[in-house]
């Protein structure tokens, strides 16, 4: 089992920045991926970024490259998102989740919302244009 919790959600102008954080339980595993997704009403939640917790190697889709940084602390067992340049579109909930041992060989890339077996609650994200 593991427990994780998003903060760093609030309201910030268009061409803005905010940084979310992941705070995530520890696991048997040390292979976990974090994964970020974000979901609208009437959506389905759209995968933004992950971050492998032993290799930190980060992932993203096309759509946010170049605008969002995925880093974690490890010590702290926290993710962290950096969104800059924020657009309207990109207001939304915003989630972690966790997939503990995995591989991409057994949930394939990019991942989906079902390759992942624990969320957080998610954070609010509003940007006014």
């Known amino acids: 089992q593991m427990q994780l919790m998003e903060t760093g959600g609030g309201s910030v102008q268009a061409g803005g920045s905010l940084r979310l954080s992941c705070t995530y339980s520890?696991?048997?595993?040390?292979?976990?991926?974090i994964g970020w997704f974000r979901q609208t009403p009437g959506n389905q939640r759209e995968w933004i970024a992950a971050i492998s917790t032993d290799t930190e190697i980060p992932y993203y889709p096309e759509t946010v490259k170049g605008r969002f940084v995925v880093s974690q602390d490890a010590a702290k067992r926290t993710v962290y998102l950096q969104m800059n340049s924020l657009k309207p579109e990109d207001a939304a909930i915003y989630h972690c989740?966790?997939?503990?041992?995995?591989?991409?060989?057994?949930?394939?890339?990019?991942?989906?919302?079902?390759?992942?077996?624990?969320w957080g609650q998610g954070t609010q994200v509003t940007v006014a244009s």
């Open positions: 989740a966790a997939r503990p041992c995995f591989s991409w060989d057994r949930i394939g890339y990019p991942p989906g919302s079902g390759d992942f077996t624990y």
């Open positions: 520890q696991h048997r595993c040390e292979t976990t991926l």
